[in-house]
Nanobody, 126 residues
Framework: QVQLIESGGGLVQAGGSLRLSCAAS????????IGWFRQAPGKEREFVAA????????RYADSVKGRFTISRDNAKNTVYLQMNSLKPEYTAVYYC???????????????????WGQGTQVTVSS
């Protein structure tokens, strides 16, 4: 069982930056891939970025490549999502999720992630 708690959301102007954190419980944190997803009002949840548990392999949605950076600190059981050059269309609730994954390509489909946090609101004003 893994429990996840997101933090770092808030209100920011377009072009600004935020860093989200995802703190996890459990002693086998480095065995889990961690993904970030977001859901805007009236839209389906979508993949944002993910990072593997041991090698730190990353994957990004095309819409955030070059703007967002995902990283992890296994000693702190924490994954970060650095978000730069934010746009109003990035306004959403951001969720982190954990999945036991040993493949070489980090999954982007939410069905691969068994554990989810409660989400943190990110609002980007124009």
């Amino acid at each position: 069982q893994v429990q996840l708690i997101e933090s770092g959301g808030g209100l920011v102007q377009a072009g600004g930056s935020l860093r989200l954190s995802c703190a996890a419980s459990g002693r086998t944190f480095n065995m889990y891939a961690i993904g970030w997803f977001r859901q805007a009002p009236g839209k389906e949840r979508e993949f944002v970025a993910a990072i593997s548990g041991n090698t730190g392999t990353t994957r990004y949605a095309d819409s955030v490549k070059g703007r967002f950076t995902i990283s992890r600190d296994n000693a702190k059981n924490t994954v970060y999502l650095q978000m730069n050059s934010l746009k109003p269309e990035y306004t959403a609730v951001y969720y982190c999720a954990a999945g036991a994954w040993t493949g070489t390509v980090v999954p982007r489909a939410d069905r691969n992630y068994a554990y989810w946090g409660q989400g943190t609101q990110v609002t980007v004003s124009s």
